[in-house]
Nanobody
Framework: QLQFVESGGGLVQAGGSLRLSCEAT????????IGWFRQAPGKEREGVSC????????NYVASVKGRFDISRDNAKNTVYLQMNSLKPEDTADYYC?????????????????????WGQGTQVTVSS
């Protein structure tokens, strides 16, 4: 069972950038595909981006494609989400989680390994 620590969120004006980090604290991320999720007030949690264990497969929800970039540094046990050209609709709490496989990243189903393994998340607020 992995435990994640998300960081890097904050308050930024529209058009600005943030880089989120997702670090696994107890197990190596070398063998896990990872997804970033977000949940805005009153809305369901949605998959935002994901990356396979070796970084060969990435995917993005249509609303962030071309603006966000996911990457990973397995030596640091960390996955990143670089967010550029931020929009007010990106405002949400952002979470990361292990996915069951790289395939669920490729097909954008975002199925997670452990349902109750969410971290505290990191809040992103984009002002207009």
């Amino acid at each position: 069972q992995l435990q994640f620590v998300e960081s890097g969120g904050g308050l930024v004006q529209a058009g600005g950038s943030l880089r989120l980090s997702c670090e696994a604290t107890r197990l190596s991320l070398d063998y896990y595909a990872i997804g970033w999720f977000r949940q805005a007030p009153g809305k369901e949690r949605e998959g935002v981006s994901c990356i396979s264990s070796r970084g060969g497969i990435t995917n993005y929800v249509a609303s962030v494609k071309g603006r966000f970039d996911i990457s990973r540094d397995n030596a640091k046990n960390t996955v990143y989400l670089q967010m550029n050209s931020l929009k007010p609709e990106d405002t949400a709490d952002y979470y990361c989680a292990a996915l069951i496989s790289g395939q669920v990243c490729r097909d954008a189903s975002y199925r997670i390994l452990w349902k109750d393994d969410w971290g505290q998340g990191t809040q992103v607020t984009v002002s207009s």
